[in-house]
């Protein structure tokens, strides 16, 4: 099955609300001409890309249909924010921007309303947790999340070795941009084909919450000096 229309279109926008959200490179500055400085300077206040992975899986979900879709679904997005929320608790730890740390504190609340949302529907909908879901989803799907995991992981890792302070403030911001892109990824499919409606409402929700933080985040970025 290709993806849905309303899929690659939203995935297209996310593509184009990243670009416009980039903060503009000067015309006149030749690339050449750039000093060594300026330009790690630059690379440090970009949200780092978001994982091909994600876009994998994005594809894998438009595959699926009804239960197999949802339980998929879930078994992907609970275990997405739980990541999330841990790494919004090592903002509150080590962050000093209000701005940012007011985003981590509204971020932790959202997400775990989400994941005690996703588990209980779980097992309302299907009898199942979300260890059995991951069990039951395919095998292409399972392998998708587990590098997902390993990907977040490996980010928790990268976060742990910055010292408090602003220069957290800014690494947690470049990592938590693509980690909301990839959650946005994987909200587009049940957003629109789920059978459950409160699914599909709970989809939007988060696509429309960690739309409006990454702009925000990106604006941040954009005015910081490094």
Sequence with gaps: MKPSIAR???????????FTLTPATVAWSAPAETPA????????????????????FGETLAKLSGRELEVTFLAAI?????DAVEMARLELERGVDPRIRAHAENMIANQ????????????EWYGLTP????????????????????????????????????RFDI??????IPHHNSGIIEFLEPQS?????????????????????IADFRTW????DG
């Design 8 to 18: 690659q279109g939203a995935v297209a926008a996310l593509a184009a609300l990243a």
């Design 37 to 56: 400085a300026e330009q790690n300077k630059a690379a440090h206040l970009q949200p780092l890309p978001t994982s091909p992975v994600a876009y994998e």
């Design 78 to 82: 609970i275990p997405h924010h739980r």
């Design 112 to 123: 775990r309303h989400q994941i005690e949302q996703f588990t209980r529907w779980l097992q």
């Design 131 to 166: 260890e059995q879901a991951l069990r039951e989803a395919p095998e292409e799907a399972r392998k998708e999340i587990a590098a997902m995991e390993e990907e977040s992981r490996r980010t928790m890792a990268e976060l742990r070795e910055v010292p408090a302070g602003k």
């Design 171 to 176: 690494e947690f911001v470049r990592r938590i």
């Design 193 to 213: 084909r789920a059978d459950h409606a409160h699914l599909k409402v709970a989809a939007t929700t988060g696509i429309i919450t960690q739309e409006a933080q």
């Design 221 to 224: 970025l954009s005015e910081q």
